[in-house]
């Protein structure tokens, strides 16, 4: 999970984890892997973690595991309030790197697009620092980009994640 095509999180035009390093993803992609799969912010901020979501998550996993569905909405509670703190709307929160894993479990359920990538860094980058820019007209396609995901299976999915977590953890009040 990383990345974004003309958005960004932590600037105008960049995602926080390609923003903390953004040479190490020019690395990987540059690397001659088979395939290398991108999932931005494109992809993960369709699916928004809503306090109506939040409250069938509570509903469901506080009849299995009170603590860790305390757990969970606790650190949720942390993220909607930095949120708040950014000056960023708290019902846009999304489970990132859980989306990243679902596209890596049911990639059918997400829309792929092979782009040529590249990431903006080093002397000079300014305020494009960190920037992946994402050209899918390029014959030198060298990563997947994940640009859309069906929202209604992700959450089918994570609300199945949730209740096995709950069911196994050892968490007691």
Request: negative net charge; proline residues 3%.
């Amino acid at each position: 999970m990383g990345g974004a095509i003309g958005l960004g999180n932590i600037t105008a035009v960049a995602e926080f984890n390609v923003y903390a390093d953004p040479e190490a993803l020019q690395i990987v992609i540059q690397a001659g892997f088979k395939k290398v799969v991108m999932v931005p912010l494109n992809c993960t901020h369709m699916s928004k973690y809503t306090s109506d979501i939040q409250m069938k998550f509570t509903e469901m996993a506080s009849q299995i595991n009170p603590t860790f569905t305390r757990m969970v909405n606790e650190l949720t509670a942390f993220v909607r309030n930095s949120y708040i703190g950014y000056g960023l709307d708290p019902e846009n929160i999304s489970w990132h790197d859980a989306i990243a894993i679902g596209h890596a479990v049911a990639p059918e359920k997400y829309t792929d697009v092979d782009m040529k990538v590249t990431v903006v860094y080093g002397n000079g980058a300014g305020i494009s620092e960190g920037q992946t820019i994402g050209d899918s007209r390029s014959s030198e396609k060298n990563c997947t980009v994940v640009m859309a995901m069906d929202t209604d299976h992700f959450w089918t999915e994570m609300f199945e994640a949730w209740r096995l977590a709950a069911q196994s953890s050892k968490m007691t009040s």
